[in-house]
């Protein structure tokens, strides 16, 4: 996420700096470039299914990487869902004013999330590894289940996402400042 060590942020620039990296296109476009244009693969669908699972990603980043005693967690994680769920409501309005259809974009991340919650719990006892899970999870989402190439795809987006946030959270400091 390109920060230099010790950057001391308050909780609401974090929280900002995090919902702008989930939404930033940047990663979804590096793994859309992988795929071939003769593809038999909806690439409109898994543009899509990408972006959920990044936002997603950095909101389970959070919950990962930060102690379970960090007193800023906490506080964290609501400033980065508000800003996730300003965001979609953002969306929402623009996909309306654009087609004239009514999406509440928030709500179709909190259900991916439920979905991508159901795999994990089910499939938790089978690996270790969250990833194993997510790329498989991902492929379905797509309604492209046996892909391989789509379950690598998701996997990346997930292990990509996951290291880049863990890596900031290592390198930025908290001002200790209290929230307005």
């Not at 942020?9 to 940047?26: K, S, V």
């Not at 990346?156 to 290291?163: E, P, S």
Request: charge should be negative; hydrophobic fraction near 40%.
């Amino acid at each position: 996420m390109g920060q230099q060590k010790n950057t001391p942020f308050t909780l609401q620039q974090l929280a900002q700096n995090l919902a702008t990296f989930a939404i930033d296109r940047t990663d979804t476009n590096e793994l859309l470039a992988t795929i071939k244009e003769n593809t038999y693969l909806n690439l409109t669908t898994i543009e899509y299914e990408l972006q959920i699972l990044k936002i997603l990603s950095v909101g389970w980043a959070i919950s990962f990487f930060m102690p379970v005693t960090d007193k800023n967690k906490g506080p964290l994680t609501q400033l980065f869902w508000g800003h996730i769920r300003e965001i979609s409501n953002n969306i929402s309005t623009l996909t309306h004013t654009t087609t004239g259809k009514n999406i509440n974009y928030f709500d179709i991340l909190k259900q991916r999330l439920d979905t991508y919650l159901v795999s994990l719990n089910k499939n938790f006892n089978q690996t270790q590894n969250p990833a194993n899970i997510m790329g498989p999870a991902f492929a379905r989402a797509c309604d492209i289940e046996d892909d391989s190439f789509t379950i690598l795809i998701g996997t990346k987006m997930f292990t990509l996402t996951l290291g880049a946030v863990k890596e900031y959270l290592d390198i930025v400091d908290i001002d200790d400042i209290k929230l307005n």
